[in-house]
């Protein structure tokens, strides 16, 4: 079955960079696309990036210059680097993966990892 586990969360100083990885297993990772939400309390899931086979990239507009997403086949993995992290970007991060050969991320998730970005 569809097992993604991801790891990295922490709590970081504004400014501060931060290195998510999950680990897929279960799938023909390197034809699935893959992604990276975040959600916090009060506020629904959003997407911060995603990238499909053929690494193709997208990013929200707040991610956009500050977080870079990244797979690697060869070790089923997906990251997301995370540097000038503001406050605003604490939440739960989670992974996900969509169908083989879609082309979005959102039908199976990991655990999550907290993200906490203060003083």
């Known amino acids: 079955q569809v097992q993604l586990v991801e790891s990295g969360g922490g709590l970081v100083q504004p400014g501060g960079s931060l290195r998510l990885s999950c680990i897929a297993s279960?799938?023909?990772?390197?034809?699935?696309?893959m992604g990276w939400y975040r959600q916090s309390p009060g506020k629904q899931r959003e997407l911060v990036a995603s990238?499909?086979?053929?690494?193709?990239?997208d990013y929200a507009d707040f991610a956009k210059a500050r977080f870079t997403i990244s797979r690697d086949s060869a070790k089923n993995t997906v990251h997301l680097q995370m540097n000038s992290l503001k406050p605003e970007d604490t939440a739960v991060y989670y992974c996900?993966?969509?169908?083989?050969?879609?082309?979005?991320?959102?039908?199976?998730w990991g655990q999550g990892t907290q993200v906490t970005v203060s003083s």
């Open positions: 996900s993966a969509g169908q083989t050969y879609s082309f979005t991320p959102g039908d199976y």
């Open positions: 279960g799938f023909m990772f390197s034809q699935t696309p």
């Open positions: 990238t499909t086979f053929g690494d193709l990239t």
